[in-house]
T-cell receptor, first 111, second 113 residues
Framework: AQSVTQPDIHITVSEGASLELRCNYS??????LFWYVQSPGQGLQLLLK??????LVQGIKGFEAEFKRSQSSFNLRKPSVHWSDAAEYFC?????????FGAGTILRVKS | DAGVIQSPRHEVTEMGQEVTLRCKPI?????LFWYRQTMMRGLELLIY????????DSGMPEDRFSAKMPNASFSTLKIQPSEPRDSAVYFC???????????FGPGTRLTVT
């Protein structure tokens, strides 16, 4: 069955440090994958998406993600985190017309 | 474009009352989705529409929940009667045909006391 796993519930990084949020998926076909960000009290905003082609995709706000089929992963990265990046991040898999979301990772940024 | 619009942003009601949540999708989008977000269950898809027609309502928790889309620019999610366990944030999202990502509204935070 299709599923998305985000192993880390919380992550804390220092401002200026690099960030990697993990996402693993289970799906029998080529996946369409997404990362969304949710700031407190806000809706979800699309950061980036992968459909095919280049396995390293660039998104908004300086984020990137790498699709690794052999590891069933789609990890989100940012080279230097800003305090405004503190939010909850969701990885999602498209299944038919639906999105299947991971449980989310809460990012805390310490100064 | 104004994005997906949801109203109200916050709703507090007493158990047993009827609650109606509203959504205006992005103009031109053919798909509309209703989600519920809770701490325990995360983001769950409740129902989605294509061209105003409900396609999959398998996520609707029980008969107390109903959703309609009378036209391309408006949808409602109704809970009658409401219960405390319905307390959650309800999101509406829309998507155009041929595009895979969904665009989310700001959500309605529902509290049932």
């Amino acid at each position: 069955a299709q599923s998305v796993t985000q192993p880390d519930i919380h992550i804390t990084v220092s401002e200026g440090a690099s960030l990697e949020l993990r996402c693993n998926y289970s799906y029998g076909a080529t996946p369409y994958l997404f990362w969304y960000v949710q700031s407190p009290g806000q809706g979800l905003q699309l950061l980036l998406k992968y459909f095919s082609g280049d396995t390293l995709v660039q998104g908004i706000k300086g984020f990137e993600a790498e699709f690794k089929r052999s590891q069933s992963s789609f990890n989100l990265r940012k080279p230097s985190v800003h305090w405004s990046d503190a939010a909850e991040y969701f990885c999602a898999l498209r299944y038919g017309n639906k999105l299947v979301f991971g449980a989310g990772t809460i990012l805390r940024v310490k100064s | 474009d104004a994005g997906v619009i949801q109203s109200p942003r916050h709703e507090v009601t007493e158990m047993g009352q009827e609650v109606t949540l509203r959504c205006k999708p992005i103009s031109g989008h053919d798909y509309l989705f209703w989600y519920r977000q809770t701490m325990m269950r995360g983001l769950e898809l409740l129902i989605y529409f294509n061209n105003n027609v409900p396609i999959d309502d398998s996520g609707m928790p029980e008969d107390r929940f109903s959703a309609k889309m009378p036209n391309a620019s408006f949808s409602t999610l109704k809970i009658q009667p409401s219960e405390p366990r319905d307390s959650a944030v309800y999101f509406c999202a829309s998507s155009p045909v041929g595009l895979h990502e969904q665009y989310f509204g700001p959500g309605t935070r529902l509290t049932v006391t």
